[in-house]
């Protein structure tokens, strides 16, 4: 699903977030990235989805060569993965349902698929009932929930996240982490960068742990390792 | 196009210029003067060409006879000219014919003559006109050098001097027209900024969930062209009816100024104005987004 070669990045600024990264992830694993604020783990995230360019190496996800792929391939690298963020970057001025459909609407998915895919997804992340509600009605868990929905919506092969648990309580951390196991069951393989050290050394997954940009652990059930 | 996408792209549009219809209703304006006045060079420079190439063809020498001449010379006369180099035609335009054709010529103000009377003041005369525009001087010469002839006139210097003032008027309206557009550019542009930047999110999203650029194009690019069409639509009836004040005027105080009658002319002034319009506002907002694109 991922190979990432012998990976940097250096940001324009001169900052040097990752260094010779080598990395493969499998298809249907769950794999955390972990470490400090400021190791590389946003920048690690970022590459997957093109957002950032590698500054060398050779990096392959799901099928595409994301370094020498042209700008014009970028939305169908994108088509196949899931993202989602720490702020949830929904549209408050679309419903849930609307949120959610979006995204199939700008890649230009069958309508008649559409309703229905909705529904899916939305019971998938226990929200159905709340399809009409606008975002600023929901709560922090719910709408990273929307944000999850509207990742999956499309089948992607892969979900990636970015903290999604950063600015969530534990109790509802939980509910989000148990979405993303089930979604992991059913066979897309995802990427997390967090540093919840208790959802890492509670979910005994492999941990990738990135200092000062480098790996410097990559354990196949691993702990965060870290004191918070 | 999916038909869905062509629904989406309309609705944004509609949406968007309902949201700011103000701003959207401030640029249309400002569309219109600034393509108006384009439109006005437009037609100044096209008329301008018309009237050179008119001149052009219309380089002919006039040949007045003297008044002693005998109607058997004058066909002697005429002999002479066509045997010269470089001759194309030669029209025999009597006293009577014209003096007809002055009158003609001045139409309504026919009226004017009557302070000459019963008496015609035209002399007998050729119209010669000579295989090229740059034979004239020399030909124009050896005719007046024949006998019985008063003069031989060609108007080489007002030609010249219309010639010079035409190319001025054509670099100056160009000039002025490309500044225009510019500025059609720039507002057009400036109003779909406003609008990419209130959806900036939405973009962002867009992006991130593997929308194509030109599927986030679409929405913005006929949000511009429809600027640019309404402020066209505005400027075309303005200028067909400025055209026509202006052609009334100048048939009713200068009758042999030689305007571009106003159909089909007009018609097509509108939709070049039109075409530009859209182009531009195309052009304008491609320009807004770039940024947002490349980010
Ligand atoms: N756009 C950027 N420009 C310059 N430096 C950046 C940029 N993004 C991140 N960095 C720097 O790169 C390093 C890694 O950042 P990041 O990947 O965000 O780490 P993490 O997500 O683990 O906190 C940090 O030193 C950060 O300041
Ligand atoms: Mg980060």
Redesign the interface.
Known sequence: MIQMKDISKTYENGTVALERVNVEIGKGEFVFIVGASGAGKSTFIRLLFREVLPSSGTLIVNGHDVVNMPKSEVPYLRRGLGVVFQDYRLLPDKTVAENVAFAMQVIEAPRRRMQHSVNAVLDIVGLRDKYKNFPSQLSGGEQQRVAIARAIVNNPALVIADEPTGNLDPETSWEIMDIFKRINASGTTIVMATHDKYIVDTMKRRVIAIEDGKIVRDEAQGVYGYEN | M?I??SE?VIREVFFSLRRNSWMAIASISTVAVSLFIFGMFMILVMNMNRMAESLESQVEISVYLKDDVKESSIDDIRGTIESMQGIDTVTFVGKEEAMKRFQERLGEQKFLLEAIGDTNPLPNAFEVKVKHPDMVKAAADEISKIKGVESAKYGQDVVQHMFDITRLIRVFGFAVMVLLAGATLFIISNTIRLTVFARR??I??????????W??RWPFMLEGIVLGFFGGVVAAGALRIAYGMVTNKIYDTLAFFPLIPMFPFIGYVGIGILVCGMVIGAIGSTISLKRFLNA
């Open positions: 999916k869905s996408t989406y999110k939405e962002a999203i867009m992006k991130y969930v593997g929308a194509t650029d599927f986030i």
